[in-house]
């Protein structure tokens, strides 16, 4: 084999056994919703071994995929909501981290960086993070064939406000939150919360990311809409639930609530609530929660395989 041989070799072994990444804005055109202002402007803090990866001030929201080997691949998809209190976005540990765990799986997964909800920059900015989780999800299904992803396999994962972010696409779906045309589905067809704020009820809620969301003066009515439990029905998603009972921030109660609602109309869900890890841990180090990862593979594994 002469050297121009081995060099095609090489080339065709990176492209298939190695994971592609590319980054993707989310909206073609203009963004909805949107106010332009010379004073926001994103920048980037941490990515330190001391300090996590934070971005801040998100105006322009993008979708990046990250695609499993093809000796691996099996066609799932998972897009990825980091937390962050609606305030930053925590997207190292709990978006690039996780992605590159998925596609360790043959999972394809997808980070999204959605806009965190800012009066300057939003209309209404209780939508704006639902209209580009609404977005990301339809655009993830409408290039199914060129990524490699099968249609109805394709679920949201989402971290503590990331979580909240995730449980209102699987609930809020179908809500008119950006005019478009487009008849592709937004509803995810599983979904991952990982010590998730679902309730923005006064007794359970993280007060930063109702507050972030919503306004210090929101009323009972957009509370109600944005508290996930009171929206579940029977064609929400099935969902996998993962808290710490020691969670100070978001309490564990979030979940509770969630599964109990799930219960109620039939929907497929299962929890693993460890005694310690407090919060904002990702795939996790030491201690009982350590092992989330495992439960949620084999979670997936039974949705996967049906």
């Given at each position: 084999?002469?050297?121009?041989?081995?060099?095609?070799?090489?080339?065709?072994?990176?492209?298939?056994?190695?994971?592609?990444?590319?980054?993707?804005?989310?909206?073609?055109?203009?963004?909805?919703?949107?106010?332009?202002?010379?004073?926001?402007?994103?920048?980037?803090?941490?990515?330190?071994?001391?300090?996590?990866?934070?971005?801040?001030?998100?105006?322009?929201?993008?979708?990046?995929?990250?695609?499993?080997?093809?000796?691996?691949?099996?066609?799932?998809?998972?897009?990825?909501?980091?937390?962050?209190?609606?305030?930053?976005?925590?997207?190292?540990?709990?978006?690039?981290?996780?992605?590159?765990?998925?596609?360790?799986?043959?999972?394809?997964?997808?980070?999204?960086?959605?806009?965190?909800?800012?009066?300057?920059?939003?209309?209404?900015?209780?939508?704006?993070?639902?209209?580009?989780?609404?977005?990301?999800?339809?655009?993830?299904?409408?290039?199914?064939?060129?990524?490699?992803?099968?249609?109805?396999?394709?679920?949201?994962?989402?971290?503590?406000?990331?979580?909240?972010?995730?449980?209102?696409?699987?609930?809020?779906?179908?809500?008119?939150?950006?005019?478009?045309?487009?008849?592709?589905?937004?509803?995810?067809?599983?979904?991952?919360?990982?010590?998730?704020?679902?309730?923005?009820?006064?007794?359970?809620?993280?007060?930063?990311?109702?507050?972030?969301?919503?306004?210090?003066?929101?009323?009972?009515?957009?509370?109600?809409?944005?508290?996930?439990?009171?929206?579940?029905?029977?064609?929400?998603?099935?969902?996998?639930?993962?808290?710490?009972?020691?969670?100070?921030?978001?309490?564990?109660?979030?979940?509770?609530?969630?599964?109990?609602?799930?219960?109620?109309?039939?929907?497929?869900?299962?929890?693993?609530?460890f005694a310690d890890g407090g919060h904002g841990y990702g795939l996790g180090r030491t201690g009982t929660y350590s092992i989330w990862s495992k439960n949620a593979e084999n979670w997936l594994n039974s949705i996967l395989n049906k």
């Open positions: 084999m002469n050297l121009k041989s081995y060099f095609i070799l090489a080339v065709f072994f990176t492209l298939y056994f190695t994971n592609a990444q590319e980054e993707y804005p989310l909206w073609e055109n203009s963004i909805p919703g949107q106010i332009k202002s010379d004073e926001v402007k994103e920048y980037a803090t941490g990515g330190t071994a001391e300090e996590i990866l934070r971005f801040h001030q998100i105006t322009e929201p993008t979708l990046k995929a990250y695609l499993p080997s093809k000796k691996l691949a099996n066609g799932a998809a998972v897009l990825i909501c980091p937390g962050g209190g609606y305030k930053i976005l925590a997207i190292d540990h709990e978006g690039y981290q996780i992605a590159e765990w998925l596609n360790g799986l043959g999972i394809s997964a997808f980070v999204l960086k959605y806009r965190l909800p800012d009066d300057r920059i939003m209309i209404d900015k209780s939508v704006g993070p639902l209209q580009d989780a609404q977005k990301a999800l339809r655009t993830i299904r409408k290039n199914a064939k060129k990524w490699g992803v099968n249609p109805n396999q394709i679920g949201v994962m989402g971290f503590s406000a990331g979580g909240h972010l995730a449980a209102t696409l699987s609930t809020h779906y179908d809500a008119m939150v950006y005019e478009h045309m487009d008849e592709v589905s937004a509803r995810p067809d599983f979904s991952i919360l990982v010590y998730p704020v679902i309730s923005f009820q006064e007794n359970i809620t993280h007060g930063g990311s109702r507050n972030n969301l919503l306004g210090k003066s929101a009323s009972q009515k957009d509370v109600d809409y944005f508290s996930n439990e009171l929206q579940v029905d029977k064609n929400t998603p099935p969902a996998l639930l993962i808290h710490s009972i020691d969670d100070l921030a978001v309490p564990v109660e979030n979940s509770f609530e969630y599964l109990k609602q799930l219960k109620a109309f039939s929907v497929p869900a299962e929890i693993h609530a």
